[in-house]
């Protein structure tokens, strides 16, 4: 019987060592892939390009909900929240990075809703938003239900998860001074008033921060208090 043995000068001469600098490129580019993107989730932390993001959860409206946010983003200064947000409607919670062009804000609306209004409230306030800004542009419409389903339709949950809410929102783009802004914007009905939150980014961000928004008003929820 033939024993085959391994002649490493052979193997270079014979083209193994562009095979061998081929394997060494690869794993590079596999160790540096999450400098490209995003790596992980709000719960166990989100690798962005070369920097992390830990979530934690915070209780917002004396104590009525809990979202998990990110640890280092901090309340926007009055001054420049007002700059930003000119009307006299503005969020009641603006949470911000230090570059103040990612922001988490939040919102009750005194209005009470139906689980099952929510999808029409939805609608309305997107017409309210076109006919603000006519160059909004939208994209996705969908609905989160109180089993964390998420549908391009309200329906009823299943299996209720403690703590959840039926959440719709929708995403979109819309102009500003020097760059277009991608806003994710959803809406729960939360006792006699609506839960409204808005995150945003630059537009040219929106393939990073979308599903992390997406987690973010997923991990939304009440506290029944005994």
Request: one cysteine or more; a negative charge.
């Amino acid at each position: 019987m033939q024993i085959w043995r391994f002649d490493s000068a052979s193997f270079i001469r014979a083209g193994g060592g562009r095979v061998s600098r081929y394997i060494d490129e690869k794993i590079i580019r596999e160790k540096n892939a999450y400098k490209a993107g995003v790596v992980g989730d709000i719960y166990g932390g989100v690798q962005i390009k070369e920097e992390l993001y830990e979530f934690e959860p915070l209780e917002l409206f004396e104590g009525q909900v809990s979202v998990y946010l990110p640890k280092m983003f901090e309340d926007m200064p009055e001054k420049l929240a007002m700059l930003k947000y000119p009307m006299s409607s503005r969020p009641q919670i603006i949470k911000t990075n230090k570059n103040t062009d990612i922001n988490f804000s939040f919102n009750l609306i005194p209005q009470k809703i139906d689980n099952g209004d929510i999808q029409l409230f939805t609608e309305k306030m997107k017409k309210v938003i076109k006919t603000i800004q006519p160059a909004t542009v939208f994209f996705d419409e969908k609905y989160i239900d109180m089993a964390g389903n998420i549908a391009d339709s309200q329906g009823e949950a299943e299996h209720i998860v403690e703590g959840r809410m039926n959440i719709s929102y929708f995403d979109y783009k819309s102009p500003a001074i020097d760059e277009q802004i991608y806003n994710f914007m959803f809406f729960a009905p939360l006792k006699e008033t609506i839960l409204h939150g808005v995150f945003n980014c630059r537009y040219r961000d929106a393939d990073i921060w979308k599903d992390i928004f997406i987690q973010v008003a997923d991990s939304v929820r009440k506290i029944e208090r005994d």
